[in-house]
């Protein structure tokens, strides 16, 4: 019968190096390569009324209300 446990020098044996750093590779290109919902939440969050309206009527309808009109010239 063996211990269940194992030791703290050996709790990461079973992680290859190359599948770790692949992926933090990864995870680097998922953060520059954002998608759009995704960057026009983040704008609607950095300007205090937009997130305000967000809280009631949704991001996207917030990001449209604030920043939408700017957009259509």
Do not use: M, V, W
Not at 49 to 54: F, G, I, R, S, W
């Amino acid at each position: 019968f063996s211990d269940p446990f194992i030791s703290r020098r050996r709790a990461s044996d079973f992680i290859q190096a190359d599948t770790r750093l692949g992926a933090i590779s990864q995870e680097r290109i998922r953060e520059r390569n954002k998608a759009p919902l995704e960057r026009q939440r983040e704008i609607c969050e950095d300007y205090y009324p937009c997130e305000l309206y967000a809280f009631r009527h949704g991001y996207a309808a917030a990001y449209r209300h604030y920043f939408g009109r700017r957009r259509t010239k």
